[in-house]
């Protein structure tokens, strides 16, 4: 098991009021696992997304990763357990405008000063996914479809054991939406990564080998047909 969240809750006090997004909420993710979690906007997923990547913390309830509580972390040992266990495709995912595309994807890895390993394994992912001559340019050069996909790969160049995406197709057209959801299934049939997709459109959801519900502050999965 790479993740489990135990009994998570969370709300937000909008004025006097509070908002719960989740309350007792559990799942846990295994290794090989592409878990999407569809639900209608302001239903929760990006929050939960936040909480299960350690980006946020829960009112109550746990989060562990490979068996560790990480209640007990600090700032700097829970950006190492980013580092080394997690991939993220934000929402909006936009890639750093001042960095060309290698750049880009590099900087995970930076972060964890890998190198000149990182270099030729980040020229690999460009050539994965079609870009390797698109190296140099920068976001503004890129199109949209090729943003996101490199906005993927970045997510990778840690070698992670779980990628969370959160509407990783949500500024995409159809066709560009249909190349994202086939590069997630293509990457998530090599590497054997669990990744944890969050979004509105159904045929992102319909992708998961788990597929699970966000909706009136409950968490509910669903058979697979
Ligand atoms: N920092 C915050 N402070 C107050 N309320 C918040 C905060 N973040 C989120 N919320 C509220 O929590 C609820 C869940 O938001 P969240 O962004 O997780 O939804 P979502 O399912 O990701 O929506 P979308 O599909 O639009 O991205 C919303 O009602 C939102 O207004
Ligand atoms: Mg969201």
């Given at each position: 098991m790479i993740l489990s969240?135990?009994?998570?809750?969370?709300?937000?006090?909008?004025?006097?009021?509070?908002?719960?997004?989740?309350?007792?909420?559990?799942?846990?993710?295994?290794?090989?696992?592409?878990?999407?979690i569809i639900g209608p906007s302001g239903a929760g997923k990006s929050t939960l997304l936040n909480i299960l990547g350690t980006l946020d913390s829960p009112d109550s309830g746990t989060v562990s990763i490979h068996g560790e509580n990480t209640n007990g972390l600090n700032d700097a040992d829970l950006a190492a357990v980013r580092n080394t266990s997690m991939g993220f495709v934000f929402q909006f995912h936009h890639l750093l405008p001042e960095f060309t595309a290698?750049?880009?994807?590099?900087i995970p890895a930076e972060i964890s000063s890998s190198g000149k390993v990182a270099e030729a394994k980040a020229l690999e992912l460009l050539d994965y996914i079609g870009l390797a001559d698109r190296k140099s340019h920068y976001p503004s050069e890129l199109s949209g479809g090729e943003r996101s996909r490199v906005a993927?790969?970045?997510?990778?160049?840690?070698?992670?054991?779980?990628?969370?995406?959160?509407?990783?197709?949500?500024?995409?057209?159809?066709e560009n939406a249909k190349k994202?959801?086939?590069?997630?299934?293509?990457?998530?049939?090599?590497?054997?990564?669990?990744?944890?997709?969050?979004?509105?459109?159904?045929?992102?959801?319909?992708?998961?080998?788990?597929n699970c519900e966000l909706k009136d502050r409950i968490l509910s999965e669903n058979d697979v047909l």
């Open positions: 969240a135990n009994s998570i809750s969370k709300s937000f006090a909008k004025g006097s009021e509070t908002i719960t997004v989740f309350d007792n909420l559990s799942l846990e993710v295994h290794a090989g696992d592409l878990i999407t290698l750049e880009n994807i590099l993927v790969i970045r997510a990778l160049i840690n070698d992670p054991d779980i990628v969370f995406a959160d509407e990783p197709t949500g500024n995409l057209d159809a994202l959801i086939e590069l997630i299934q293509m990457l998530h049939k090599d590497t054997k990564k669990a990744f944890v997709i969050a979004t509105h459109n159904a045929e992102v959801a319909d992708i998961g080998t788990r």
